[in-house]
């Protein structure tokens, strides 16, 4: 499952790019955790949407996931021309990132750096 930023209206409006109920997205989570099946949770960490403290306030609200991937941004694969120019995270800031959310979730894994 795709979480696209904290569970904040403005917040996850910008990311998503959609008006959403945050309380579906909650009660999504809460389904997959206990479902009982294989499962990932997913960020692709954008650097204007997202910073650390984003990323750990999702750790929290994922807490006791047994998998959170951080996903490198490219700038290639954009549907918001906007971020064309924006210049992703380095591999050390994501690795970072990962390491700081462990203490919410079992792994926490980076992907495509």
Do not use: W
């Not at 109920?21 to 099946?37: A, C, F, Y």
């Not at 991937?69 to 380095?90: A, C, E, G």
Request: proline share 4%; aromatic share 8%.
């Amino acid at each position: 499952m795709d979480v696209k930023a904290p569970l904040e209206p403005e917040r996850y409006h910008r990311a998503s790019g959609s008006d959403i109920d945050l309380s579906l997205i909650k009660e999504s989570i809460d389904i997959i955790m206990n479902s009982g099946i294989e499962y990932e949770f997913r960020t692709t960490v954008v650097p204007n949407l997202l910073n650390t403290a984003d990323i750990i306030k999702i750790a929290r609200l994922l807490r006791g996931a047994k998998k959170y991937v951080l996903q490198q941004f490219s700038p290639n694969d954009t549907l918001d021309i906007s971020f064309m120019h924006l210049k992703p995270y380095t591999a050390d800031e994501l690795k970072k990132m990962g390491s700081l959310v462990k203490e919410f979730v079992k792994d926490c894994f980076v992907r495509g750096i």
